[in-house]
């Protein structure tokens, strides 16, 4: 019966929020190189500073509203992360969009030969330039909350700086 009712209930969710996305809605994908850090702490502490590589998809929805999946690799922490996120989209010129939002997703991490995943969960905010009307670039910072806890050694939080570029379709 359970599982009558929450196929029923995505169904209907999934039903209702049609017309929202036939409304206006932008489909892009894009890429980004960054700069992580994680907070790493406890018996096999290292420094958490490295490079961060990202591969990203998702809808810009009536101007205003952004989802997005996002694949993230750390090689230092052999670290893949992938994201759900939501940003909100504010215009302050023609061609930029200030933007605030949240994501939450699972991180895979391997610190001395410990390997864990673990949710992540977090926000972000940065800035929006539409080159033209397929292309645009955001420069983003995000910070995340992490639950990696493995044979004294935890990883508290990361820190992200990130600037993508994004294919619109």
Known sequence: ????????????????AMPAFAADTDWFVGAGVGYQEDN??????????????????GAIINDHHRVMGTYSYMDKSS???FLASY???VPVAQQVNLFAGV???????????????????GGQVGAMYEINDNWSTDLTY????????ENNTKIDYSQQVV?????KF
Do not use: C, H, P
Request: hydrophobic residues 40%; charged residues 20%; glycine residues 6%.
């Open 79 to 81: 670290q893949n992360m």
């Open 163 to 167: 600037l993508s570029v994004d294919y």
């Open 40 to 57: 790493i702490k406890g018996e096999s502490a290292q420094n958490g500073e490295d490079a961060t590589y990202q591969l990203r998809g």
């Open 142 to 149: 995000r910070y995340l909350d992490q639950d990696y806890s």
């Open 87 to 89: 940003d909100y989209l």
């Open 103 to 121: 994501s939450a997703g699972v991180a895979d991490s391997k610190i001395a030969g410990e390997s864990s995943s673990d949710f992540v969960w």
């Open 1 to 16: 019966m359970k599982k009558l009712a929450v196929i029923s209930t995505i169904t209907l969710a999934s039903v209702v």
